[in-house]
């Protein structure tokens, strides 16, 4: 009956070149659960292990019924600024936003700034973060394996 403004989650690992998480944790129907959890603000946040391209099925498969449920999926991979290899694993944080409205990643970095600066350990990162923001290249309609 509760209703939370931020879910995180943090229950993956890599197991044979790909995402492995548990499958109870994996299905539409968990999602639309936590989906019904949130407050009309809220969001999730996820960490996954894997690649956004590459031996990646499984993680863009997570990512795809993310986005069917969430209007904004924004991926974060971390340290894709120092290494954008795209095929390389790494914990990849996705944040999925019941916002109509898609952020612009200036806007993005703002917030994120202004939480590090708010004193609370927990934040102090954020702005190293956001800076990783990846935005897939558009392609033609149904061949995009993920919201850019």
């Known amino acids: ?22 499958p109870a944790l994996s299905s ?30 499984k993680t863009l498969s997570v990512i795809r019924k993310l986005e069917r449920i969430f209007p904004q999926i924004y991926l974060f991979p971390i340290f894709l600024k120092k290494a954008p290899n795209l095929e390389e694993e790494r914990n990849i ?29 927990f934040f102090r990162d954020l702005p190293l973060h956001a800076e990783n923001l990846y935005v897939p290249p558009v392609r033609k309609r149904g061949s995009v394996p993920f919201k850019g």
């Not at 403004?5 to 690992?13: G, N, T």
């Not at 990643?105 to 350990?121: C, E, H, N, V, Y």
């Open 28 to 57: 539409m129907k968990f999602y639309r659960t936590v989906d019904r959890r949130l407050s009309r603000d809220g969001v999730v946040v996820l960490n996954l292990i894997g690649r956004l391209k590459g031996k990646s099925r």
């Open 93 to 121: 944080l996705v944040v999925c936003s019941r916002e109509r409205k898609r952020l612009s990643p200036a806007a993005i970095f703002r917030r994120a700034r202004r939480l590090a600066s708010g004193g609370k350990t």
């Open 1 to 22: 009956e509760r209703v939370y403004d931020v879910v995180i989650m943090d229950v993956y690992r890599s197991k044979n070149d790909d995402l492995w998480l548990p």
